[in-house]
């Protein structure tokens, strides 16, 4: 039986819940009032909590594992395994300075303030490259300090930009690039261990499959050698003949990211009926 912290309300919370689904795992009660929940098919207890408070309770194993993002993982600098990243919540964390600065490299910042709510991340990386400057600890709304004149320069966490750009800032330096990831605790004996790989494997199954989309389509016979040339596929494609003479029907996996160009060609081959669908899991 393992515990899993996972964040109650917020940018990772449904995803979280959404991502044990599609692995399978059903919970015993869904209502997230509470703090926690029991699986019914899955060893595994959830915890419910503020995402700030997930790296510290997975250092002192309260909770084994949990999703959390890394730049909370980093800001908290608790002691604890990353095990797998999930591809979600993605974000970067960088220094913005007032669009009419000049700004040439980090030594830029010498001796300036700079308001943020990720300091431990930003000294961290400050010692790393030789500079001094003045980190003003502040918990929220880090992009208006420039404007009240608190701080010359921020750090924060961007995803669009679009935040700065109505404040009047321009990002100059990203620090760190961060997503969610599934972290543990450090001490975890073998039968927790084993629990987790078969979570970990259910959730690689379930993203590999994200990327990949399964396709059939009808052949005229004489065009197999040319379309099955055309199909990376992850082996060799499954041909079945169909019930009209010199036709067949040919099966495929092929990556998203090459989907309309590799059925373009498909098209001009000579393919025809083709039907296209997503994969639920996929083991590789
Ligand atoms: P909590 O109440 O749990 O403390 P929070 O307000 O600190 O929640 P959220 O805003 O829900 O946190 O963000 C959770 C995580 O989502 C962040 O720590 C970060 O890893 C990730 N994230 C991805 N994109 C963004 C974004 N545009 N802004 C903020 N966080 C983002
Ligand atoms: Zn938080």
Redo the contacts with the bound molecule.
């Keep these: 039986m393992i515990t899993l912290a996972i ?7 449904e995803k979280s819940l959404e991502l044990l689904e599609h692995c399978g795992i059903r919970l015993k009660n869904g209502s997230r009032d509470k703090l926690k929940a029991a699986s019914v098919n899955f060893p595994l207890d959830l915890l419910f ?4 408070d997930i790296p510290r309770c997975v250092e002192d194993g309260i909770a084994d594992i949990g999703i ?5 993982v980093l800001e908290t600098r608790a002691s604890v395994e990353r095990v797998l990243p999930l591809g979600f ?3 970067r964390l960088s220094v913005a300075v007032p669009k009419q600065v000049p700004y040439a490299d980090i030594r830029s910042l010498e001796g300036k303030r700079i308001a943020t709510s990720y300091s431990n991340i930003l000294q961290d990386y400050l010692d790393k490259t030789g500079v001094r400057a003045d980190i003003h600890p502040i918990s929220g709304s880090v992009e208006i300090a420039p404007g009240i004149n608190m701080a010359d320069a921020i750090f924060d ?3 669009t930009g679009s935040t700065l750009i109505s404040n009047g800032l321009k990002e100059v330096e990203t620090i760190l690039e ?1 997503e ?1 990831a599934i972290y543990r605790h450090r001490g975890l004996g073998p039968e927790k261990l084993a629990v987790i790989d078969k979570l970990c494997f259910r959730i690689q199954s379930v993203n590999t499959a994200k990327d990949y989309k399964y396709i059939l389509l009808n052949v005229p016979n004489e065009k197999l050698d040319e379309i099955c040339r055309i199909l990376p596929g992850m082996k060799s494609p499954t041909i079945m003949p169909l019930g009209d003479a010199g036709w067949s029907s040919v099966h495929s996996v092929i990556k998203e990211d090459t989907f309309w160009e590799i059925i373009e060609q498909l098209k001009a081959a000579g393919a025809q009926g083709l039907l296209v669908t997503d994969i639920e899991k996929m083991i590789l």
């Design positions: 964040q109650k309300k917020g940018r990772l919370a909590l503020r995402d700030d959390v993002g890394d730049n909370v919540g993605k974000c966490i961007v995803s961060s969610a």
